[in-house]
């Protein structure tokens, strides 16, 4: 008998992050505080130790060895207020009617970030055409997300954590001032991988428990990842000297698999617990899989020169990033079975639809050399949504947005240089209608099953879907990025 | 909460084999028992819609005809189903089987009994997140309208394990009874069960290094479902002094209650085999001497105590060589 009882879920919606530099999707904001201040408007320019990520070829100007030292504190706001429906898990309710709820506006908890750090060793090796570099750094992004278990948003997502750091390792070559090329090869490793949602374990025919149930359990991975391999390729042209163009790409169509772990929990203790189990032995071991995407991005830098001192400059950058790639979170169980009060369910591949798209981002900044030790930096970026409005969720904030920064850098005692950004990010807010949204419930023991159409099943409000949709709502996201970074220059 | 769908006889879920067989009295599907179960549930017309009085003090015996008594066999848990779209007949032989499919139960409330109740309980006390109403959930079908009401009366709160007496609801707009009483089990004759032994299985007498039974290959059930290997836990021995093969078949029902020695063997979840050299006396701290005794039959079985089914999941007859 298959009592299912739900174990679904996902973790598989298990996410987040990643590598190496793109701004949407998985990641949040600009890595290096020089780049930060200008919005990561930074692929022509590139002129520091982060050009490991940006723009590779840039470290074949670099003079000398280097050290970067850096790190960026985030305050992360993430708002949801989901949208009045009707319970159709109320006891009053019939097939036909059900009492109106509203629900309060849940916040993310975990809202400060105290690490987001970055080591880069830089140098040329006395080679005067060449650069090389190594290092390892986080990639930037929210790494913790905290909603309350009794909140609107319980059924999309309760909580994640996911630390990833990336081991680079670079080099570049020059041809004179003109252009040059570069390649970093990097190293992803994912110490942490955490997801958990609630799952409505209930079996029963033309059920819909879409506001509670009393078999909601909480489905959680814990994971890791020691190794996913991602490049970056790079170039730049400076055809004239107060003009240099400068394009980047994540060129590996990677896939971060993680070794997870899952349980599932019934929320009410009496209930007992739920196994899990494969071939008959007690198991629960999961894999997440989260598809990374490529990216490109091409920027055009104006160089305002007086003599061989650069003034001030503005960049213009595009980037592309493939975020179409993430069709849907994948837990791939390899056939766990979960037993709840003595049924069985096969969790299978689950796979949790997302239909991210592409997006574009355009990024303006520069710097202004106020004095030969100080200069002041400042941008602004738009970035399309990577998330349709009907596959809104709160695990990762999907909508278009809009930010700025300043910062500025200063020179002191001829090796060291010490920058400062603040960066500030916003979605753009969502409001998504119940008749729009399309983020189902995970009611892996439904009764309801392909192509969900049977009334004897089915909930007959709900026909012609898996189960109730749960993301309508309205979203609200904002970053503060406080960037620091030291940059240390050896030799003369 | 009990999710008594518990039925009766339910299956444990399916298992594969990996790396066994790994001991040297390798049981095959052919040594496994067989059983065929008839379930003949008591219909019970009462008023719809009704806040019905569920009373369950009267159960003398339950399926078993085994006696009803606290501690270890008493009614903790009365479940509430409604079941659309199957007929009285066909819950009964899904049943029977074990293969009452919990999708399609549509409404499961249950009643945790307590002291206080003296043995009786309204509907309405019923819950499961939220609480009976019987005035919707408990109603008199409409005109080509199938629904089947019943009430699972179980030992313990463990889901589907330990049902006691069972019993179907008629809701009747032209009824005006409003007491329940659980129909005893035993007299009512609900459980027809027969088993059909299979081949014996050699075991040495004296030689206690080989006594290491092993279930590996056994892929279903004596109902025929696929077993889930990682709900077994325990392997159980029996003596029973002046009995045949034969007449053990014939008390099956009684097959604890008739041992003259009785040994167990605690399994871990996943294992398939067990050293019978390790095996105690049930409830105390003695160990299995061996196979001493003669006059009589030995039968080795595999257990599910969390299972619904209350039968063993393997039993065959040991032959001493």
């Known amino acids: 008998m298959r009592f299912s009882v739900a174990l679904t879920t996902l973790a598989a919606a298990a996410t987040l992050a990643a590598p190496a530099l793109a701004d949407g999707g998985y990641y949040g904001g600009a890595q290096g505080a020089r780049a930060a201040g200008r919005s990561g408007a930074f692929v022509a320019r590139a002129d520091d130790p982060t050009a490991v990520l940006y723009n590779p070829a840039g470290l074949a100007g670099i003079s000398g060895p280097m050290i970067l030292f850096g790190n960026r504190f985030s305050y992360n706001g993430y708002d949801y207020k989901r949208a009045d429906t009707l319970n159709w898990g109320d006891p009053t309710a019939t097939q036909t009617m059900a009492p109106a709820i509203s629900f309060p506006q849940v916040s993310n908890s975990a809202t400060a970030q105290p690490l987001d750090p970055l080591f880069v060793y830089a140098n040329n090796f006395g080679l005067p055409n060449w650069g090389f570099a190594g290092g390892v750094l986080a990639a930037p992004g929210t790494s913790r997300l905290d909603f309350p278990v009794g909140g609107g948003q319980r059924y999309m997502m309760l909580s994640r954590e996911a630390v990833f750091l990336d081991g680079v390792v670079s080099a570049a070559w020059k041809h004179h001032d003109t252009f040059g090329v570069g390649a970093t090869a990097m190293w992803i490793v994912v110490p942490r991988l955490d997801y958990s949602l609630l799952i409505d374990g209930t079996p029963f025919v033309q059920t819909a428990n879409n506001v509670s149930s009393p078999l909601d359990m909480i489905a959680q991975t814990k994971g890791w990842d020691p190794f996913t391999f991602n490049a970056i390729v790079g170039a730049w042209y400076r055809p004239v000297p107060f003009l240099q163009f400068g394009v980047a790409g994540q060129v590996v169509p990677a896939k971060v698999k993680t070794r997870s772990k899952l349980s599932v929990t019934p929320l009410d203790t009496t209930m007992g617990e739920v196994a899990l189990a494969r071939d008959g032995f007690p198991k629960n071991d999961v894999n997440v899989i989260l598809p990374l995407p490529l990216m490109a991005r091409l920027g055009a830098r104006y160089r305002h020169l007086s003599v061989a001192r650069e003034i001030f400059d503005v960049e213009l950058d595009v980037e592309y990033e493939t975020w179409s790639r993430v069709n849907e979170f994948v837990l791939d169980t390899n056939n766990l079975v979960g037993t709840f009060q003595g049924a069985e369910v096969n969790l299978g591949r689950i796979g949790i639809a997302k239909h991210w798209q592409d997006t574009v981002a355009v990024k303006l900044g520069g710097d202004v050399a106020v004095t030969e030790r100080l200069a002041l930096r400042a941008g602004g970026f738009y970035e399309s949504a990577v998330a349709p409005n009907a596959y809104a969720n709160v695990d990762f904030p999907g909508g278009a947005m809009v930010g700025g920064s300043v910062g500025g850098s200063l020179l002191m005692y001829g090796h060291f240089e010490v920058s400062i950004a603040y960066q500030l990010r916003k979605m753009l807010d969502i409001n998504l209608a119940e008749a729009d949204a399309r983020v189902y419930q995970q009611v892996p023991a439904s009764a309801c099953t392909p192509p969900y159409t049977d009334p004897n099943f089915c909930h007959t409000q709900f026909l012609g879907q898996p189960s109730p949709q749960i993301n309508a709502g309205s979203y609200r996201a904002i970053s503060h990025y406080l960037s620091l970074a030291l940059l240390v220059r050896f030799g003369s | ?321």
Request: include cysteine; charge should be negative; hydrophobic fraction near 40%.
């Open chain 2, 1 to 321: 909460m009990s999710l008594p769908l518990a039925m009766l006889l339910a299956a444990c879920g399916g298992g594969t084999k990996s790396e066994w067989p790994k001991g040297n009295v390798v049981l095959e599907g052919t040594n496994n028992y067989m059983s065929q179960a008839t379930l003949l549930i008591p219909k019970i017309p009462t008023a719809s819609g009704a806040d019905l009085t569920v009373c369950w003090n009267d159960l003398m015996k339950d399926l078993l005809c085994h006696n009803i008594e606290a501690p270890s066999n008493a009614v903790d848990n009365v479940g509430f189903l409604q079941i659309p779209n199957m007929t009285q007949d066909q819950v009964r032989a899904s049943l029977a089987v074990g293969q009452l499919d919990e999708n399609r139960v549509k409404i499961y409330r249950e009643h945790h009994t307590a002291a206080a109740d003296n043995g009786c309980a309204k509907l309405s006390t019923f819950m499961l997140g939220t609480v009976l109403n019987p005035t919707t959930d408990y109603v008199e079908p409409v005109a080509g309208q199938t629904l089947t009401y019943m009430l699972l009366f179980t030992s313990g709160t463990t889901p589907g394990v330990g049902s006691k007496a069972m019993a179907f609801l008629e809701p009747m707009a032209a009824s005006t009874v409003m007491d329940v009483a659980a129909p005893d089990a035993c007299s009512n004759s609900v459980l027809d069960f027969h088993a059909t032994f299979g081949a014996p299985i050699n075991i040495p007498k004296d030689d206690n290094t080989k006594w290491h039974v092993d279930w590996s290959q056994i892929e279903n059930d004596s109902f025929g479902n696929p077993i889930n290997f990682a709900k077994i836990d325990m392997l159980q021995l029996g003596f029973y002094q002046n009995m045949t093969a034969t007449q053990l078949e014939a008390n099956f029902k009684d097959i604890e209650q008739v041992a003259t020695k009785f040994y167990e063997v605690p399994v871990a979840p996943g294992a398939r085999d067990a050293d019978l050299a390790n095996a105690f006396e049930k409830g105390t701290t003695t160990p299995f001497p061996g196979f001493t005794q003669t006059d009589g039959t030995w039968a080795v079985a595999v257990r599910c105590s969390k299972c619904q089914i209350p039968a063993p999941v393997v039993l065959s007859v040991l032959q001493l060589q």
